[in-house]
């Protein structure tokens, strides 16, 4: 039991949420009625976890001797110790092994090249790229985008540019935020360092760019309605940012911007709100 519960910690099922991204392009699409593609999407999903979790198995086996100067990843199982890096490898190889198979035989070979493609860019991350800032995230960016485009192949949706832009700029500012509390959390931070000023400009570069391309693909990008009814949710999205911002100048914010929206309530609070004025504006069309 003991040991079930080390690597369930290496396969980390609470990062699953980012998954989720999967149903972006059904839901903003208004295909929830759609059964067989509901369907679909529910096993893309599951595909995804298993491969995000073969990633997270690799990613421990490169961060292993970095994780050991870090204060809170020292106590990951590989890191630790607890578990040997030898079977993570096994089992980072079979879990991407039933991942592409699955897609591959249930769903499609075009899932299974996205699957692939994920698991390829992650491996080039956590060897190299994770040590270049600005690749880094934007790496760790597009792992996001790969999610909402697999949804939307799926189905077989053309994917909006704007959707896209949204994903993108968003995954990037979260992605600053966690690189910066990481490397405060670093036992070799230096202190006369220049980064934390980098990333602070950089992080609030990025909340604007999101609040105005999202203003946009709102304004602009929703062609499947004739009214502005998603305007509404815009204040929501403000709001969520602007508290992304503040805990991240917290000095004991959490590290995690997933663990972080899931305990702090007035965020968590904040994308339930906007996702059910979202739902209600695209599938309630006399309420606005």
């Known amino acids: 039991m003991i040991y079930l519960s080390i690597v369930l910690i290496t396969l980390r099922p609470w990062q699953w949420i980012k998954n989720g991204l999967l149903f972006v392009p059904l839901v903003f699409a208004l295909r929830l009625g759609e059964i067989s593609e509901v369907y679909v999407v529910c096993i893309s999903f599951g595909i995804f976890c298993l491969a ?124 600053l935020i966690k690189r910066k509390n990481k490397y405060l959390n670093s036992s070799n931070v230096r202190e006369d360092s220049g980064i934390v000023d980098y990333l602070d400009a950089s992080i609030n570069i990025t909340a604007g760019l999101v609040i105005i391309i999202y203003c946009l693909w709102v304004i602009l990008g929703q062609q499947i309605f004739n009214d502005q009814r998603m305007l509404i949710s815009i204040p929501f999205v403000i709001c969520g940012i602007l508290r992304f911002i503040m805990l991240m100048r917290e000095g004991n914010s959490m590290r995690d911007p997933t663990i972080l929206l899931i305990k702090d309530t007035p965020l968590l609070l904040t994308f339930i709100a906007w996702f059910m004025v979202c739902f209600v504006a695209l599938y309630f069309e006399k309420v606005f």
């Open 52 to 175: 995000s979790s073969a990633v997270y198995c690799a990613n421990d086996l490169f961060d292993a001797k970095t994780d050991l100067n870090d204060v809170v990843n020292k106590d990951r199982p590989v890191a630790s110790g607890a578990l040997g890096m030898l079977p993570v490898a096994g089992l980072s190889i079979v879990l991407l092994g039933v991942s592409v198979t699955i897609s591959y035989i249930y769903v499609s070979p075009v899932l299974t090249a996205i699957v692939a493609t994920y698991y390829v860019i992650n491996l080039l991350y956590s060897a190299y790229l994770k040590t270049l800032i600005q690749w880094g995230v934007i790496i760790v960016s597009l792992g996001f985008v790969l999610r909402v485009y697999a949804g939307a192949v799926v189905i077989d949706l053309e994917l909006s540019s704007w959707l896209i832009l949204v994903t993108f700029f968003t995954a990037l500012f979260i992605s």
